[in-house]
């Protein structure tokens, strides 16, 4: 089989292949922006659109896919040169690929490159929605002051240049700007990214700035523009070599950046748009009054069981989620810290079996064709704590419940942060924090604790003694037992102790 190459042009040929948009891309308004169109966004919105425009009757909902930093230029020089086309992986659980093009994402922009085309395009009257994935840390939120991060120095160089911005708020600012004196309807500002009430944080961090930036915006902004809450769920890995060659060799079809991803996938939004909205719930997205119940949930279950298992998994010497929740007692150690933890914390979920909710998690890691780099899940870790781990604790210290596991997971962190596993061998590590996390776990070698000096991270924590005592001594006992061995001990001392 000759191989294609994925394009426009080879589209029909394709689909003699693997599944295809049936609909007419051409005759797409954009409706919708989109920044940071990285896997998840590709795996999720964009797959969700796509189902959604095979109805022939949607034609206002094609993507407009922004790449804003110049990290991201192989991405919009691949998408640009296969049309915006991609294709999807879905790895299922019986080892099965599931494969198909996706075609909602109708055109691209590279931010850096023409700031003006990007800021005109999500001014321009047929957009009625712009939605972001940009990280946890791309909101700007400082957790030790609880605001928005003025002395970040791309928000100086946003606030100095607003024609040429670098950062979301700068270009958001700019847009919504020319929309006002334009006279133009609203807007939906929707955010897909993990954070509670995310909705809410980027309409308090773009307030933030808009407060500075342009004071005669904030009033329309509070008339014109909505901001719903999202809950987003699809486990994404990163795309390997292996991934590509597959694709070529099962296939004949020749992707530079395919998307895989599990089977699952659920989005839970609130009903509350400012321009209208594509009907996602025909697609299977569920539309609710109140979203936060389910973000807490999946923030503390599903990302903090991520990030347990990558933080105690790396230290192992594992790689893969799924190698790190096949091992026993790790896997235990997990669920003691949802059951015991994070359930206490959750109030009252309306509709939801939690036991179930907590089975299915421990089965999606445990996806063997998955294979979630542990580099992926503890990447960015000073961004994700203060999300996904530290509302939990706070909860539970001030309802005087047990912090122990959370603690040893801390404590863990920072051993993590000397930068090698526990043979010796060095760890990826990737986070804008690195170099502060490194000098603090240095000095935490002798005095455990002054890891927790981070503010921007663990906030006020360290003035709680019960925090620091569980933290201390999870320190010692890794340090003296190893990994393996303290969460044995503390899997036998939960059964007891609770
Ligand atoms: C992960 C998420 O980045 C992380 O730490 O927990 O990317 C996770 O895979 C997704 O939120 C799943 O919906």
């Known amino acids: ?29 954009t409706g919708i922006v989109h920044v940071g169109i990285g896997g ?14 095979h109805d022939n009757n949607v034609k206002d909902w094609g993507i407009c896919g922004v790449a804003l930093l110049d990290f991201d230029t192989k991405i919009y020089n691949t998408l640009k040169a296969q049309d915006g086309l991609y294709t999807l992986i879905v790895k299922e659980l019986d080892g099965t690929h599931t494969k198909r093009v996706i075609g909602s994402i109708v055109e691209c922009l590279f931010a850096p490159e023409n700031p003006k085309k990007v800021i005109e395009k999500m001014a321009s009257p047929e957009v009625k929605i712009i939605t972001l994935t940009i990280t946890e840390g ?41 929309r006002q004196a334009r006279g133009l309807a609203g807007i939906t500002i929707q955010s897909c990214d993990n954070i509670q009430g995310n909705g809410h944080m980027i309409e308090k961090m773009l307030l933030s700035y808009v407060e500075k930036a342009a004071p005669n915006l904030v009033e329309w902004l509070a008339a014109y523009v909505a901001f719903p809450n999202a809950m987003v769920d699809r486990i994404t890995p990163k795309t390997s070599e292996e991934d590509i060659a597959t694709l070529v060799a099962d296939s004949g079809i020749e992707d530079a950046w395919p998307v895989v991803c599990e089977p699952f996938k659920q989005w839970v939004i609130e009903d509350h748009f400012s321009a209208g909205r594509p009907a996602w719930e025909n697609v299977g997205a569920q539309f609710v009054e109140d979203v936060v119940p389910y973000e807490k949930m999946k923030l503390s279950l599903l990302n903090a069981g991520h990030s347990v298992l990558g933080i105690l998994g790396a ?11 096949n091992d026993q007692e790790l896997k235990t150690f997990l669920k003691n810290y949802m059951d015991f933890e994070v ?27 998955i294979k979630d780099q542990i580099d992926r ?9 203060p999300i996904f781990i530290l509302p939990t604790i706070n909860s539970q210290l001030k309802h005087q419940g047990v912090v122990q596991l959370a603690a040893f997971v801390t404590a863990a962190w ?14 990826n590590i990737n986070d804008v ?30 003035s709680s003694s019960t925090f620091v005592s569980a933290y201390k001594e999870a320190y010692n006992n890794i340090t003296n037992l190893g990994v393996a061995a303290s969460i044995a001990s503390y899997n036998l001392k939960s059964i007891k102790q609770y």
């Open 1 to 29: 089989m000759k191989s294609l190459k994925l394009n426009a042009k080879n589209l029909s040929a394709i689909s003699e292949r693997i599944a295809t948009p049936k609909y007419d891309r051409s005759a797409l308004k």
């Open 40 to 53: 998840f966004h590709r795996a999720h919105e964009a797959f969700y659109t796509d189902q959604l425009l």
């Open 138 to 178: 791309g909101y700007n939120y400082n957790e030790a002051t609880k605001a928005f991060d003025f002395t970040n120095p791309l928000i100086k160089h946003d606030l100095k240049n607003p024609d040429h911005p670098k950062t979301i708020f700068g270009y958001l600012t700019q847009a919504l700007k020319l």
């Open 315 to 325: 230290l192992m010497g594992y790689y893969t989620i799924d190698e790190a929740v």
């Open 343 to 369: 359930t206490p914390t959750l109030g009252d979920l309306e509709g939801i079996d939690i036991e179930a909710y907590k089975q299915s998690l421990l089965q999606r890691f445990g996806n063997v064709n």
């Open 377 to 385: 899940i503890c990447s960015e870790t000073s961004a994700k704590y």
């Open 414 to 427: 920072a051993l993590y942060s000397l930068g090698t596993d526990e043979r010796g061998t060095q760890l």
């Open 433 to 462: 924090l690195q170099e502060e996390l490194h000098a603090k776990a240095k000095i935490a070698v002798n005095e455990p604790e002054a890891f927790l000096d981070i503010e921007s991270v663990f906030g006020d924590l360290k």
